[in-house]
């Protein structure tokens, strides 16, 4: 129920796994449209690292509709995609969180879709990419990586952060502790994959 991690087995009632119970993630609630499995990972490839920018059209449908799902009824106040650093984006050419919020406006009348925000949450330094390294790695390799540029648009805020995949939730832990810091009440978390 907190970090989104799929239990093996769905027998029984929901609750917290292990690693919650040590150390609960600084954000309120994690969902993810998909286990990224194989024939995923194959396709999220294709849209960020080959430049498929295509496919933010599908796959910007199923985050939405993960989005009404689980926060049907919510009152969400603002949309973050998760910030890349500008070499990066400058590298990429594209933010793929940003390109799937995109297509929400689409999908949607304007007044069911919470505003969404580029450039409030900033990648304040360059990182080495996370793929690949583990759980405490990449607590480390993140730490301190973003700021919050205007915290006049966080303070008193329900934050969604929107990020293509949740690995180990480092990275949306610790943009969750900064929006936290800066005065946001609650961070969910959504993505469109979840390692399992």
Request: net charge positive; hydrophobic share 40%.
């Amino acid at each position: 129920p907190r970090c989104g991690v799929m239990f093996k087995s769905r027998a029984g009632e929901d609750h917290l796994c292990g690693r919650c119970l040590e150390q609960a993630p600084p954000f309120h609630m994690a969902r993810a449209a998909f286990a990224y499995d194989r024939s995923l990972v194959d396709v999220i490839h294709c849209f960020k690292y080959r430049g498929k920018t295509r496919l933010a059209g599908p796959l910007g449908v199923f985050l939405w509709r993960t989005f009404c799902r689980h926060w049907k009824g919510e009152t969400v106040d603002l949309i973050l995609p998760i910030p890349l650093h500008r070499q990066r984006l400058r590298r990429r050419g594209f933010n793929q969180s940003d390109l799937l919020l995109r297509e929400w406006k689409k999908l949607s009348r304007p007044p069911e879709v919470p505003p969404i925000a580029s450039g409030v949450l900033l990648r304040a330094r360059t990182t080495v990419p996370q793929a690949g390294l583990g759980r405490r790695a990449r607590e480390s390799n993140i730490r301190g990586a973003f700021i919050v540029r205007r915290p006049d648009r966080v303070s008193g805020r329900h934050v969604l952060l929107v990020d293509d995949v949740i690995t180990t939730g480092a990275t949306a832990g610790e943009c969750a502790r900064e929006l936290l810091a800066n005065g946001a009440v609650r961070v969910d978390v959504l993505a469109l994959a979840r390692v399992t």
